[in-house]
């Protein structure tokens, strides 16, 4: 539930810290904005406030084009929740309605189609398809502004059934048709560039140094402030280029898709692995009133807690440590179109063999680490396998399924002092002298 008041505070003084949050909708205008947006106040008793963007669209209302609240930070409610709802909304923004239907997201959650749609509902205040819709929308818009494809590839690339349903989304959802929301046609050949948003502060070249730092060659190359890696998606395979772009609230992106279809997903994975939803101001608060972190954050500011792309890699380049290149060398499929030196995508689980314990519960689906999957289930599996150390777990929980709040064992720190830096103790961790993880 959003709280009324502090919604009309944060619009009162224009506080970009709340972007994202919330959204704003004006039913006299039939405009949705951020709350940071610097158009004219409008009355209360014409204010709808909305958890998502999505949901805004859904119940009719138009993206500002002032201030563009479509392009703003996701809420860190739907990182961070492990409720059916947040697992719902994280598998709507894979793309899962888009390729399998209401039915097959209802499937993955292990619920009636029903219940997802009550409880999508009244959580965000629409239902599945309308979300899906609205994020179909978002999509096009980017490769629209991107520039370069024809408004036909567009339309189908961003998973519409027909142009008319394409026309008609947009018009709704952005009040324009869309060869007006064409971009300048500066866009390189073959590469979809987009601005991933950010609330301040983030540390963006530690996070590309600590993405790159154990890169594999072939699978993936780091330069200074640039992040070079291939994808597996769901339709084909991709190379993504994540950029540092100093004084800026956001990372440049640079997207090579062998199926344009898979934007919606790549733009989401790369979100996830950049923790770029997390509300840094709150954890940053926290954890620089403790004795010990204090300084360290006030050293290094906005300090996120590093994802991954593929939650299945991140599992096995865990486990399997130094074993991983050799692998992806030997059983990665070549990229049809690699990009300097990435030319190749890690292996799949199927490829590996079933000698480890891991490999074969990922294989058969014991253990499942994807956007849908239950974070307590998981834990519990993962707790299990042979094999599979403490400190395994630990990193596993915190890269691959985003818990911010995992104790990492080894690190030399009393039981009593991981307890105050709860609930952020996975960012916490961050901040200490740490053995390298894959």
Sequence with gaps: MIDEEVAFAAMESRDPRFDGWFFVAVTTTRIYCRPSCPAVMPKRENVRLFPSASAAQANGFRAC????????????????????????????????????????????????????????????????QALARAQRARTARLLLESGGLPVSDVAFAAGFASIRQFNETIRQAYGTTPSRLRGPGTARLGVVEVRLAFRPPMDVPGMLAALGEQAIPGIEEYAPGVYT?????????????????????????????????????????????????????????????????????????????????????????????????????????????????????????????????????????????????????????????????????????MRALGDPDVLVPGLGVPDEVWARWRPWRSYAAQHLPMPAAR
């Design 65 to 128: 084009r002032r201030c563009r609240p479509d392009a703003a930070p996701g809420s860190p409610e739907w990182d961070l929740r492990t409720d059916l709802a947040a697992r719902a909304m994280r598998l709507i923004a894979d793309g899962v309605v888009d390729r399998e239907g209401v039915a097959g997201l209802a499937g993955r959650l292990g619920y009636s189609v029903r219940q997802v749609h009550r409880q999508l509902v009244a959580e965000v205040g629409a239902g599945a």
């Design 229 to 397: 890696r291939s994808l597996v998606l769901p339709h084909a395979a991709g190379v993504v280029s994540l950029r540092h772009v100093p004084g800026a609230d956001h990372v440049a992106c640079a997207l090579w898709l062998d199926d344009l279809r898979d934007l919606a997903a790549a733009v989401r994975r790369c979100r996830r692995m950049l923790d770029l939803d997390a509300d840094q101001q709150a954890v940053d608060a926290f954890l620089a009133g403790d004795p010990l972190l204090g300084p360290r954050v006030a050293a290094r500011p906005g300090v996120r807690v590093p994802g991954h792309v593929d939650p299945e890699e991140l599992a096995v380049r865990t486990v399997l440590g130094g074993r991983v290149a050799g692998l992806a060398e030997r059983y990665g499929r070549p990229l049809p179109n690699p990009v300097g030196g990435v030319t190749r995508t890690f292996p799949g689980v199927a490829a590996l063999g079933t000698a480890e314990p891991l490999i074969r519960a990922l294989a058969g689906g014991r253990l499942r680490l994807d956007s849908g999957a239950d974070p307590q289930e998981a834990r519990k599996v993962l707790a299990d396998l042979p094999g599979v150390g403490e400190r395994e777990v630990a990193i596993i929980r």
